[in-house]
């Protein structure tokens, strides 16, 4: 019952977050014949997917979800998806000004 918590806890650290994908793509029948049937858990652990910030990432999850269902996330899915392609374009529009800016103030 944690396993969905523990997922995402990876997925929210920067270092942890492909692993966290490559792991949730390999366990995907798992995942889904044991969280599929209540509480929205499914939905939970896609959700935590919007982390990601290059269109390399929505493209490698959105092509896995083609072939993969996730009953009850569509919506999540959809939404997940395009906060990753936001941050893929708020990444090439600002990205040079805010690290110019980090090392200006951060040094």
Avoid: C
Avoid at 34 to 57: C, H, K, P, W
Avoid at 61 to 88: C, D, M
Wanted: glycine share 6%; hydrophobic share 45%.
């Amino acid at each position: 019952q944690d396993a969905p918590f523990i997922i995402a806890g990876v997925f929210r650290n920067p270092a942890g977050s492909t692993l966290a994908l490559d792991f949730v793509f390999k366990n995907w029948n798992w995942l889904i014949s044991r969280y599929s049937s209540g509480l929205s858990m499914i939905s939970r652990i896609i959700g935590v997917m919007d982390n990601f910030y290059t269109n390399e990432a929505a493209d490698k999850i959105a092509k896995f979800f083609k072939t993969h269902k996730a009953p009850g996330a569509k919506r999540t899915l959809a939404q997940t998806l395009e906060k990753i392609r936001s941050n893929a374009a708020w990444v090439k529009r600002d990205g040079e000004h805010i690290a110019a800016w980090l090392k200006q103030n951060l040094d």
